[in-house]
């Protein structure tokens, strides 16, 4: 069974960092993709990044702004999202999802091209 954990949430100053992880298990061949995306409530998701999981190429979303880093470490079957700068804009719930197979455009930011995923992590910034 395919399992995505995602950890690290939690309650951060604006200006502030977190650092957040989501292990994978489960799988018996490695995903096309893993991607972070976020939501709060009356909203749609919205895609925050995404790394090709064997050659490890990211994209972003247009909010991010160079202040989040994506990237995974295979050993451990773990992506993580380490995130600088936070704004209260940014306060939602974070989840992880894995984007088995290749997609004609590459990398994908649309929630449906993903197909497992994650219970979320609360992300608050306040001071």
């Known amino acids: 069974q395919v399992q995505l954990v995602e950890s690290g949430g939690g309650l951060v100053q604006p200006g502030g960092s977190l650092s957040l992880s989501c292990e994978v298990s489960?799988?018996?061949?490695?995903?096309?993709?893993v991607g972070w995306f976020r939501q709060v409530p009356g909203k749609e998701r919205e895609f925050a990044a995404t790394?090709?999981?064997?050659?490890?190429?990211?994209y972003y979303g247009k909010f991010v702004n160079n202040r989040f880093t994506i990237s995974r470490d295979i050993a451990k079957s773990t992506v993580y999202l380490q995130m600088n700068n936070l704004n209260p804009e940014d306060t939602a719930i974070y989840y992880c999802?894995?984007?088995?197979?290749?997609?004609?455009?590459?990398?994908?930011?649309?929630?449906?091209?993903?197909?497992?995923w994650g219970q979320g992590t609360q992300v608050t910034v306040s001071s």
């Open positions: 999802a894995l984007d088995l197979h290749e997609n004609p455009g590459g990398l994908a930011v649309a929630p449906r091209s993903y197909d497992y």
């Open positions: 489960g799988l018996t061949f490695s995903p096309y993709a």
């Open positions: 790394i090709r999981w064997s050659y490890g190429t990211t």
